[in-house]
């Protein structure tokens, strides 16, 4: 898995892996504990990660975080995300294989993710 965080001002800058620990991602649904934050957090730990996102994508946080040497990302640590997007990086292939790819759901396609989205109890709400 490869995982970093990045920045576009005041400068561009990306923030790598530093090795310091494990803690690269983070990701709760429909807990009732103040203990564990409900989204997905990035770096750091619990309660002050370099970046979190509530489950409803509404509010978050940024703080510094060793894990991957970087500083907060916003002015301020609460944020409110006006927009978010999702990317995904997959491997240059034939015209076939990039045809094969998109046969069948996405949750037949990211195995992976239907996994991790079961762990959560979630993977069958678009059903």
Do not use: Y
């Not at 907060?72 to 609460?78: A, P, T």
């Amino acid at each position: 898995m490869k995982s970093f965080l990045f920045q576009l001002h005041p400068k561009v800058s990306i923030f790598r892996p530093t090795g310091a620990n494990n803690n690269l991602q983070w990701c709760a649904v429909s807990f009732s504990s103040e203990a564990i934050p409900n989204g997905i957090g990035f770096g750091g730990r619990i309660n002050h990660f370099g970046l979190f996102l509530s489950a409803g994508f509404d509010q978050g946080h940024t703080f510094s975080c060793t894990t991957f040497n970087s500083p907060c990302l916003s002015k301020n640590s609460k944020i409110c995300p006006e927009a978010i997007e999702c990317w995904g990086v997959v491997r240059k292939g034939t015209q076939q294989e990039r045809q094969d790819a998109l046969k069948g759901t996405v949750l037949e396609r990211f195995k992976e993710d239907w996994n991790m989205l079961n762990m959560v109890g979630i993977a069958n709400a678009s059903e």
